[in-house]
């Protein structure tokens, strides 16, 4: 049986230094997580010796923003020195507070896989309109030099995804977007692939990320994916093949989410914490794991049932799958017999 809960997310941060129009977090608990429960989660995390494949030091709002973002970071460096942790760290970022000392952390400590750039525009009034209190030429700026840098010390990770959620605010510059981070990967010489779906294979390339826009509004949800699945068809020149199952959700399965105050969530689109799972401020990380709370919310999922769960019944993500199709398969399969 392969491995499930292959990311573990941890919310260093939920509160943020922009006021974006797509927004859907409502709740925002405690802004900084403390570093003593930081440092609790570790040695739960040690002790139960389980290695995941991804680390993010995210959930809600910029992570940039805690004021001992790079404390938290060295202290997981050096417990993960072996590798034992997880195997590489991700996370997203809107960019305006990377500076040069931090690219230049992140980039020696060899242990980031991947960094997401929220970016969603190319021209200044529409990143202004969209991604209220940032500043779009101090993030091209900021987004180039690390990528300077990484080509300075010859590395070629962590990949770069440079993200661009679709709306109708931004649909008409999607493709000056492309053009824009299109020329200046051609001129630095280093490639860069245009996705729709996340790519987790270990050898992807940087990227541009066009996704979907998730609202709870219905109406909404459905003219934004029509916007999506009409760039998707003028880029690929094909139709979009959305593969999820139809009442199972991959989320759960993929990852699990300790909010800044200790509260263990087993998906990142529950936003206002209504599927708590435990708290690791009172519990060990890994009895939550293998606890009842998770245990029924898969199960309902493998058996087709995720509507019977309020939260994922009005959910309006995942678009697409997070987790292999096969992996899904053969947890169904092993449920069924
Ligand atoms: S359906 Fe939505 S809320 Fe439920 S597990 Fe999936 S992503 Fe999370």
């Given at each position: 049986?392969?491995?499930?809960?292959?990311?573990?997310?941890?919310?260093?941060?939920?509160?943020?230094?922009?006021?974006?129009?797509?927004?859907?977090?409502?709740n925002?608990?405690?802004?900084?997580?403390?570093?003593?429960?930081?440092?609790?989660?570790?040695?739960?995390?040690?002790?139960?010796?389980?290695?995941?494949?991804?680390?993010?030091?995210f959930?809600?709002?910029?992570?940039?923003?805690?004021?001992?973002?790079?404390?938290?970071?060295?202290?997981?460096?050096?417990?993960?020195?072996?590798?034992?942790?997880?195997?590489?760290?991700?996370?997203?970022?809107?960019?305006?507070l990377?500076d040069?000392?931090?690219?230049?952390?992140?980039?020696?400590?060899?242990?980031f896989?991947?960094?997401?750039?929220?970016?969603?525009?190319?021209?200044?009034n529409?990143?202004?309109?969209?991604?209220?209190?940032?500043?779009?030429?101090?993030?091209?700026k900021?987004?180039?030099?690390?990528i300077?840098?990484?080509?300075?010390?010859?590395f070629?990770?962590?990949?770069?995804?440079?993200?661009?959620?679709?709306?109708?605010?931004n649909?008409?510059?999607?493709?000056?977007?492309?053009n824009?981070?299109?020329?200046?990967?051609?001129e630095?010489?280093?490639i860069?692939?245009?996705i729709?779906?996340?790519?987790?294979?270990?050898?992807?390339?940087?990227c541009?990320?066009?996704?979907?826009?998730?609202?709870?509004?219905?109406?909404?949800?459905?003219?934004?994916?029509?916007?999506?699945?009409?760039?998707y068809?003028?880029?690929?020149?094909?139709?979009?093949?959305?593969?999820?199952?139809?009442?199972?959700c991959?989320?759960?399965?993929?990852?699990?989410?300790?909010?800044?105050?200790?509260?263990?969530?087993?998906?990142?689109?529950?936003?206002?914490?209504?599927?708590?799972i435990?708290?690791?401020?009172?519990?060990?990380?890994?009895?939550i794991?293998?606890g009842?709370?998770?245990?029924?919310l898969?199960?309902?999922?493998?058996?087709?049932?995720?509507?019977?769960i309020?939260?994922?019944?009005d959910?309006p993500?995942?678009?697409?799958?997070?987790?292999?199709?096969?992996?899904?398969?053969e947890?169904?399969?092993?449920y069924?017999?």
């Amino acid at each position: 049986m392969k491995k499930i809960l292959q990311t573990i997310m941890i919310e260093i941060n939920n509160s943020c230094n922009l006021s974006c129009i797509m927004c859907m977090i409502k709740n925002r608990p405690k802004p900084f997580m403390e570093f003593s429960l930081f440092k609790k989660i570790l040695s739960d995390w040690q002790e139960s010796g389980r290695c995941f494949d991804l680390f993010m030091p995210f959930f809600r709002g910029e992570p940039l923003l805690h004021p001992q973002f790079i404390e938290f970071l060295r202290l997981f460096f050096e417990k993960n020195k072996d590798y034992t942790l997880a195997k590489s760290i991700a996370f997203d970022t809107n960019a305006n507070l990377l500076d040069k000392d931090l690219s230049d952390i992140i980039l020696t400590s060899r242990q980031f896989s991947t960094i997401t750039f929220s970016i969603d525009a190319i021209k200044e009034n529409t990143y202004e309109n969209i991604r209220k209190g940032g500043n779009l030429n101090k993030v091209i700026k900021n987004i180039k030099d690390f990528i300077q840098l990484r080509k300075e010390y010859g590395f070629s990770f962590p990949k770069i995804r440079l993200q661009f959620i679709v709306m109708p605010e931004n649909i008409n510059e999607a493709k000056e977007f492309l053009n824009f981070w299109k020329s200046y990967f051609k001129e630095i010489n280093i490639i860069l692939d245009i996705i729709f779906e996340y790519d987790t294979s270990e050898n992807s390339n940087d990227c541009i990320f066009f996704r979907p826009c998730m609202s709870y509004d219905k109406e909404k949800q459905s003219n934004d994916k029509r916007l999506y699945e009409q760039l998707y068809l003028d880029i690929k020149g094909n139709r979009p093949l959305f593969k999820d199952l139809p009442d199972i959700c991959s989320g759960p399965f993929s990852h699990i989410v300790i909010t800044s105050d200790g509260l263990v969530l087993p998906c990142c689109v529950d936003n206002q914490d209504r599927l708590t799972i435990g708290d690791v401020k009172e519990q060990k990380l890994v009895k939550i794991m293998n606890g009842s709370s998770l245990k029924k919310l898969l199960r309902l999922h493998l058996s087709m049932n995720k509507s019977k769960i309020d939260v994922c019944r009005d959910c309006p993500g995942q678009f697409f799958p997070v987790i292999d199709e096969s992996i899904l398969k053969e947890l169904i399969d092993k449920y069924e017999n």
